[in-house]
């Protein structure tokens, strides 16, 4: 059976609610698509804010992110806010220091 990216997503919404409470009720499966959806919106606005060369509307992308209550988020807005300067001027500046390797 194929499932497709919005199959794949409703059911492992399925899997993160019952992990996190123990059952499914179709209003939390409802309240949880909505998150991410939001959370989409969200990481596609920070993409689009670091293209954009206008570092101002970070402070207001990070006021926005900061009501979701999920800790990986919060974890990577911390990251954001603690390096904020550095993150400003690597989206008003084009000079970089190459391509970073992650391991």
């Known amino acids: 059976m194929n499932l497709y990216a919005s199959g794949e997503d409703y059911v492992e919404a399925i899997l993160v609610l019952y992990k996190k409470f123990g059952s ?10 909505e998150v991410l959806s939001e959370l989409y919106t969200l990481t596609k606005d920070f993409c689009n804010i670091i293209f954009s060369k206008n570092a101002a509307k970070l402070d207001e992308w990070i006021n926005t992110a900061q009501k979701y209550d999920i800790s990986e988020f919060q974890t990577f807005i911390n990251g954001v806010k ?3 300067t ?10 970089n220091n190459g391509l970073q390797k992650v391991v």
């Not at 993150?87 to 000079?95: E, L, P, Q, R």
């Open 82 to 84: 603690k390096d904020l």
């Open 24 to 33: 499914v009720r179709s209003v939390d499966i409802a309240r949880h698509m």
């Open 86 to 95: 550095a993150v400003k001027n690597g989206i008003i500046y084009s000079y």
